[in-house]
């Protein structure tokens, strides 16, 4: 498949056309900010681990059944997907507190949920992704009710199979983001699950191994992302 025109250019990759328009190609770059871009920064190696981290993510939640808009590694930083329409809804998933549900709320980072939280937010830079509710999500039409429930479904089944998944590799999955798009009607799985876009503590020192490390200035932060792919590539070589 040739890789074509630029289409777009988000803060950590870009997205090529190919010749055939059911397929793009991500390219994933080094770039990192925080904060709604209001922190910007370097982190040498990302695009390389994020890349192959998300697809390796991508690849086991096809085995669960989960559909994603994965196809092929095609390069150190690029992987061919399906092109999808991006539904303008983050979905937060969460298992402990931390962040910014830490701070609303007065939860100690950390504190265990007693059930998993769905947040939602609206994908738009300009008003900083604001969080909004299901009927926020209907009055603007972003998304449908049947996608919802679809998109929800699938949340808490992505939630199972990573914290099982991770967990056996000493990683404990605090929180995460996903994306999902459309793809011939259907409601499919899209961006990344990286280091960027989840939280991942280490299960016995409680260490981060995340884009905390960057937003907070922990530093050792490309060792942290090294860490999860060894982790992760370690595991799939047994
Ligand atoms: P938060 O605590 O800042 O709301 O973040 C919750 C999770 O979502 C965390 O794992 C980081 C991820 N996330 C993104 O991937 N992109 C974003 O723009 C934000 C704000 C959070």
């Known amino acids: 498949m040739k890789k074509l025109e630029l289409l777009y250019e988000g803060k950590a990759k870009k997205v090529y056309a190919t010749d055939d328009p059911g397929y793009v190609i ?3 770059k080094d ?3 925080a904060f709604n871009g209001l922190k910007r920064g370097t982190i040498v190696g990302k695009g390389v681990v994020n890349n192959k981290i998300s697809n390796h993510l991508f690849q086991l939640l096809e085995r669960h059944g989960i559909p994603t808009h994965y196809v092929q590694e095609l390069s150190d930083r690029e992987t061919l997907v399906k092109r999808v329409e991006i539904i303008p809804v983050e979905v937060i998933v969460r298992n402990r507190a931390a962040g910014s549900l830490s701070k609303r709320l007065g939860l100690p980072e950390g504190t265990r949920l007693k ?3 769905l947040e939602y937010c609206y994908k738009n830079d300009e008003l900083g992704d604001p969080m909004v509710n299901e009927h926020h999500i209907y009055a603007m039409e972003l998304a449908t009710e049947e996608e919802m429930s679809r998109i929800a479904d699938m949340s808490f089944k992505v939630n199972q ?3 099982n998944y991770l967990r056996d590799l000493n990683i404990e999955l605090i929180d995460f ?3 999902f798009g459309r ?3 259907q409601v499919i799985l899209a961006d990344e699950i ?3 876009t989840c939280r991942f503590w280490d299960t016995r020192t409680g260490e981060k191994l995340d884009k905390d490390r960057f937003r907070r200035d922990l ?3 490309e060792e942290a992302y090294q860490e999860i792919l060894h982790r992760l590539m370690d595991r799939s070589a047994e």
């Open 183 to 185: 793809f011939n009607g």
């Open 161 to 163: 199979i990573l914290l």
């Open 194 to 196: 990286s280091p960027d």
């Open 219 to 221: 530093g050792d932060v």
């Open 26 to 28: 991500l390219e994933y």
């Open 177 to 179: 983001k996903l994306e």
């Open 31 to 33: 770039d990192a900010t």
């Open 115 to 117: 059930s998993v939280v």
